[in-house]
């Protein structure tokens, strides 16, 4: 430099037989290096001479041990020292100034170098910080290219406002260990809290100083020990971060060793670094939320692209099982449909009539009673699987039609079902419930018609036109024919009846497979006409029926009770046999038993199907009364009677089964025709208590 050489010049023109050296000082940085030097010595640099306050003390001279040192005091803490090898100032005041304005030209221009690359450093960290809109990049940018704005800083990092958590948490720090991540400033809390509080950088330049405004500000003894986990810091500045008047956040650096002395030209400098970092923030948030926007809007609309093509494939599915529908080809083709379009092996158990449909030639996988007890308290799809020497698992879709159970779909997999098949599966539960019900519709207009059919039988006016109706139900007119009536006495839900009856009807159809037969449900009772050349075939008949109840018993189905006419030949009967069918189903209702029995089975209580049973009661309190007095002498002959009527009249074996002598039970025979004033004797008398005894033993059962 032109104007040094010229300073440098001027003291070697003025100090010709004077030793001396020339440095230059910064205060504030702890830096030094030699200017010039008249000897080849390598001497140590003068110690610091502290920095005026006052502007106008330029320059100041020490002397000590022979030797002076001239101080030239700059702004910035910087200094120029003329070290002199003698004991006394061998240059006039007026060149002492002369050399002070000669070295404030060359200091002048070091220290606008200096700025100059201080704005290239800030420049090009503007540029870095901006040049990604990551947002984790931009913060770890944000970090780095402050530590090259302020040299002497050795670590920063950010503490980024929590909205939610109302805290302060640390972000992208550089020269920390990991337990600074741990830190959580309450806004007001330590120096972080405060600076983020009141809006004011702050500089510390001794680790005493730091701590103490730690402890100022009730850092809270989980932080401190986070914070002073590594090294302590020996100086610190602090900024906030702020857009316009909101703060979003605060900046920190540190020096671990303190290479020089924060100034307020520091934290100036720090402070408008932040400002820029603020705007670097707010681009990446706002970037981070367009392309947060952009993922939804991208993730709507791929939703919605999906649910097009669900609502097309739903809308494919349900047209190509509404035509089958439509074409009347029945649950099995609907079944079959399903099947193709879904992946795994699918059957479905139609509960209406208690048949399996399945693509594969293979036994039901579960009986009636079964399905029954699985869906009876659930009704949501379900995994089932079943143990056979190993384990198969199916998935179960029932279908209900309010609370009756129509049927389920059997699925041979352990998995979840593919969206696709659960969607094609849904369709097919709509469509085939229609089916089931129009089904169900049309076997109740069936049933009716099958009723007004039967009625006309009953209601013949001639023979001709009874063997003409006889013949258009395919009933033979001179066969041999019953009539067998059952009834479900016990139901709450209406809709389920109708299916329990029109599953026991074709359990009964699938199970006699009669070509001349005719069977109907009408409201709780099945109606059944069957008629056949062999009487055999009849008894065989209700054989079958027989057993059927039993299966419905032994599976917890519903019960149901039935009374068989007798077997007649010719049509023409037809009546007598629904009369005698009634009758007996009457006498089983009377009774409260649930069972199937013939009208033969009835006896001589046939004769008294039509008393109602208060006329019974009475007959047989007015006969037997006198016998229940409340006195010890008659406490057993109430008994001793019904046991000698039940024997015939056998006073052995009723003496025997009453443990009692002979002669004790002839006493109490004759003490019982006194009570009830008969004579066992006369046939009208023992008619009487006979027929009163049967009827007591009979109804009160």
């Known amino acids: 430099m032109k104007e040094l050489e010229y300073s440098l010049g001027f003291l070697r023109e003025k100090l010709k037989d004077c030793p001396y050296e020339v440095w230059s000082l910064n205060y504030f940085k702890n830096y030094h290096y030699l200017i010039d030097s008249s000897t080849d010595e390598n001497s140590p640099p003068p110690p610091l001479a502290p920095h005026p306050n006052e502007e106008e ?10 030797k002076v040192n001239i101080y030239y005091f700059y702004p910035e803490g910087n200094q120029v020292i003329l070290c002199l090898d003698s004991p006394s100032v061998p240059l006039a005041e007026e060149d002492m100034q002369h050399l002070y304005y000669f070295f404030y030209l060359y200091k002048t221009k070091e220290t606008i170098e200096r700025k100059e690359n201080e704005l290239y450093n800030l420049v090009n960290s503007f540029h870095s910080i901006t040049s990604s809109l990551d947002i984790d990049v931009v913060l770890e940018k944000i970090i780095r290219n402050a530590l090259k704005v302020i040299p002497a800083a050795e670590a920063g990092l950010l503490f ?19 337990s600074i991540y741990n830190v959580r400033f309450k806004v007001g809390e330590s120096i972080t809290g405060k ?120 809308h494919e599915v349900h047209q190509a099982l509404i035509q089958i529908s439509l074409q009347n080809k029945g649950v099995e083709k609907i079944v079959q449909e399903l099947n193709r379009m879904i992946g795994p092996s699918l059957s479905f158990f139609n509960s209406l009539e208690n048949k399996y449909y399945s693509s594969r030639r293979r036994p039901p996988l579960f009986s009636f009673f079964e399905m029954k007890m699985i869906f009876l308290r659930k009704r949501n799809p379900l ?8 384990s198969i698992c199916y998935f179960l879709y029932p279908i209900f039609n309010g609370s009756a159970f129509l049927g389920c779909f059997i699925i041979d997999t352990d998995e979840p079902l593919l969206k696709a098949d659960r969607m094609t599966l849904e369709q097919g539960v709509s469509v085939l419930t229609l089916e089931l019900i129009n089904k169900q519709s049309l076997t109740e207009i069936f049933y009716k018609k099958n009723h007004e059919q039967f009625q006309n039988l009953l209601d013949y006016k001639d023979n001709e036109n009874l063997i003409l109706q006889a013949n258009e139900l395919g009933i033979n007119p001179a066969a041999h024919c019953f009539i067998g009536v059952f009834e479900v006495p016990v139901y709450t839900d209406l809709q389920q009846l109708e299916i329990e009856i029109h599953q026991l009807v074709s359990k009964i159809k699938k199970e006699l497979m009669l070509s001349e037969s005719l069977i109907y449900g009408f409201h709780n009772k099945v109606i059944l006409l069957v008629s056949s050349i062999r009487p055999e075939d009849l008894t065989q008949s209700q054989t079958t029926i027989r057993y059927i109840r039993q299966e419905y018993q032994t599976m917890d189905n519903s019960l149901f009770r039935g009374g068989f006419s007798r077997t007649y030949k010719g049509i023409e009967n037809i009546k007598k046999c629904y009369d005698e069918a009634n009758k007996t189903l009457a006498y089983l209702t009377e009774r409260n038993k649930s069972d199937i029995i013939c009208y033969e089975d009835i006896g001589l209580n046939r004769l008294f199907i039509n008393q109602s049973p208060q006329e019974i009661e ?15 002498r008659n406490k057993d002959l109430e008994e001793t009677l019904l046991t000698y009527i039940e024997y015939n009249r056998s ?25 009830l004033q008969v004579d066992f004797q006369k046939k009208e008398d023992i008619l009487k208590v006979q027929l009163a005894c049967h009827l007591k033993a009979t109804y009160e059962q």
């Not at 003390?57 to 022979?66: L, M």
């Not at 981070?288 to 999906?306: C, D």
């Not at 995994?383 to 190993?390: R, T």
């Open 57 to 66: 003390i330029i320059q100041k001279t020490i002397k000590e041990e022979g």
């Open 160 to 178: 980024l406002y929590d909205e939610k958590d109302k805290l302060l948490t640390p972000r992208a720090p550089l020269g920390f260990n990991d």
């Open 195 to 314: 600076v983020f509080e009141d809006g004011g950088g702050r500089i510390f330049n001794s680790k005493e100083k730091v701590y103490e405004e730690m402890a100022k500000y009730n850092i809270s003894p989980e932080n401190f020990d986070y914070i002073t986990a590594g090294k302590s810091p020996e100086a610190a500045m602090c900024v906030p971060i702020s857009l316009d008047d909101r703060r979003i956040g605060v900046m920190i650096i540190h020096q671990w060793v303190q290479r020089k002395v924060f100034v307020n030209h520091d934290l100036q400098l720090l402070q408008g670094f932040a400002e820029q970092a603020a705007i670097a923030i707010q681009n990446a948030e706002y970037y981070k939320e367009a392309n947060k926007r952009l993922e939804e809007v991208t993730e709507l609309s791929n939703q919605l692209q999906e649910k097009n093509l669900e609502l097309q494939n739903r």
């Open 383 to 390: 995994h089932v699987c079943v143990y056979d020497g190993s």
């Open 618 to 632: 009475q007959f047989v309190h007015d006969v037997l009364s006198p016998l229940q007095a409340d006195n010890d």
């Open 651 to 675: 006073a052995g074996k009723t003496a025997a089964e009453l443990h009692i002598h002979i002669n004790t039970l002839y006493q109490r025979l004759k003490r019982i025709e006194e009570i």
